[in-house]
């Protein structure tokens, strides 16, 4: 299972609150989720990482809101399972991908960032291409979470890759889209998977806020709105014997009261 953007508190509730049922219910193996903006919204917190563990995450990507909680640059490079963009410079704290290993199979998670409007990042299409020659036969199954922002990147980058990952989901823009498939030569692809936050704001953000700045065209502030959460997902099937993707169904709860 593949799970959307988890913004703020009130997103890491929802998180901890259907991850676990869902993992019960639907017999699911393996759980990757976009933690970018867990903490406060945009970075992360030791604190925000470890409740993401411990609501259920095996593996936990990002994008271009890793920096911005300092602290992330105290613990990032000990952590085997969360993964920043691979296409940022050489040099910098983290690693672009890991390698999970479930029972006989490795499962190789990859993180990229996408360059349309968004801060300037090496080709995501030529990363791309070098991790899956530099991870080679290291893993049996190739993920890839791309962060970006048009939907035009995102196909691409599916299309891209299709026969060579066996998924492709994007992130960034929380709002899941309905073009969950499986491309012709056999790649599970999502757009956006969407986020889990609350429903009754812009993005995980308090409405009022985000149309006083388009309202008046000033900074603001930005604070996480607070109320009932919407989680959302998919779940692929995967033939482990066959390395055949099956399905890909898309997850949307929305919650009628906020967690706690």
Known sequence: MLVGDVVGRAG????????????????????IVNGENCAGGKGFTRKALDELYAGGADI?????????????????????????????????PGQGYCIFPFKARNIAVMNLSGRSFMPPMDCPFQKAE???AEIGDRADIFVLDFHAETTS?????????????????GT????????????????????DLGMVGVQDSILGVRTDLVLRKFLSGMPVRFEMAEGAAEYAAVIVDIDDVQRRRTTIERVLIRDEQPQT
């Open 60 to 92: 936990v990507t990002s994008g271009n809101h890793v920096w911005d909680k300092k602290e992330v640059f105290d613990f990032i490079d000990d952590e085997p399972f969360l993964v920043r963009p691979a296409n940022y410079p050489e040099g910098t």
């Open 130 to 132: 070098e991790l899956i």
């Open 172 to 191: 960034h823009t929380h709002v899941q889209t309905a073009d969950e498939r499986i491309l012709p030569h056999g790649t599970a692809y999502i757009t």
């Open 12 to 31: 890491r509730r929802a998180f901890r609150t259907h991850t676990p049922r869902l993992r019960t219910e639907r017999k699911i193996d393996v759980v």
């Open 153 to 169: 990147e995102k196909l691409a980058m599916g299309y891209y890759l299709d026969g060579r990952a066996d998924v492709v989901v």
